[in-house]
T-cell receptor, first 113, second 116 residues
Framework: AQSVSQHNHHVILSEAASLELGCNYS??????LFWYVQYPGQHLQLLLKYFSGDPLVKGIKGFEAEFIKSKFSFNLRKPSVQWSDTAEYFCAVGPGGYNKLIFGAGTRLAVHP | GAVVSQHPSRVICKSGTSVKIECRSL??????MFWYRQFPKKSLMLMAT?????????EQGVEKDKFLINHASLTLSTLTVTSAHPEDSSFYIC????????????FGPGTRLTVT
């Protein structure tokens, strides 16, 4: 069965620290890859997406993610986090040819001033 | 653009009653809408895919007679939880996909259902 694994359930960082959130998926075919963010009390918003082309994708608010096909990974990174990045982050995979998304369990990030 | 709304945002109902949740795409047309359920501290679980003018496609393990989905127009899909039980209490989230835009989904704010 297709699945998405996010390694860190809860991450605590100080402001200006670097962030990397892991995401691995199990699906052998073509995939579309997404990172969504859910700020406290708000709905899910798209951070960035990968469909094809350059495997290093830049998103909003200084986030980027790298698709490594051989590792079935799509890790999210940010060089210097801010308090306002406190949120829950979800990795999602869309198996090629299908509309649906399969979500990881989410990573709750807390950034302390 | 690409705003999705849900109504109501919160609902409390008694066991055995039915509850309808609406999902609307406010500024775009959506051929496909999705319904998810989110358990506390867990991820979103896809319940069904709803295509305008046709029957919804339910994920394995989701009872189609319990969770009725109707996608009557390009801007509205409804989820009706029939004969609700306390175990149906959850956070229900819809998303919509723009016409001719494959892959990306725009999410609604969710509906908190509590069945007493």
């Amino acid at each position: 069965a297709q699945s998405v694994s996010q390694h860190n359930h809860h991450v605590i960082l100080s402001e200006a620290a670097s962030l990397e959130l892991g995401c691995n998926y199990s699906y052998g075919g073509t995939v579309n890859l997404f990172w969504y963010v859910q700020y406290p009390g708000q709905h899910l918003q798209l951070l960035l997406k990968y469909f094809s082309g350059d495997p290093l994708v830049k998103g909003i608010k200084g986030f980027e993610a790298e698709f490594i096909k051989s590792k079935f990974s799509f890790n999210l990174r940010k060089p210097s986090v801010q308090w306002s990045d406190t949120a829950e982050y979800f990795c999602a995979v869309g198996p090629g040819g299908y509309n649906k998304l399969i979500f990881g369990a989410g990573t709750r990030l807390a950034v302390h001033p | 653009g690409a705003v999705v709304s849900q109504h109501p945002s919160r609902v409390i109902c008694k066991s055995g009653t039915s509850v309808k949740i609406e999902c609307r795409s406010l500024d775009f047309q959506a051929t496909t809408m999705f319904w998810y359920r989110q358990f506390p501290k867990k991820s979103l679980m896809l319940m069904a895919t709803s295509n305008e003018g046709s029957k919804a496609t339910y994920e394995q393990g989701v009872e189609k007679d319990k969770f009725l989905i109707n996608h009557a127009s390009l801007t509205l899909s409804t989820l009706t939880v029939t004969s609700a039980h306390p175990e149906d209490s959850s956070f229900y989230i819809c998303s919509a996909q723009r016409v001719r835009e494959v892959g990306e989904q725009y999410f609604g704010p969710g509906t908190r259902l509590t069945v007493t």
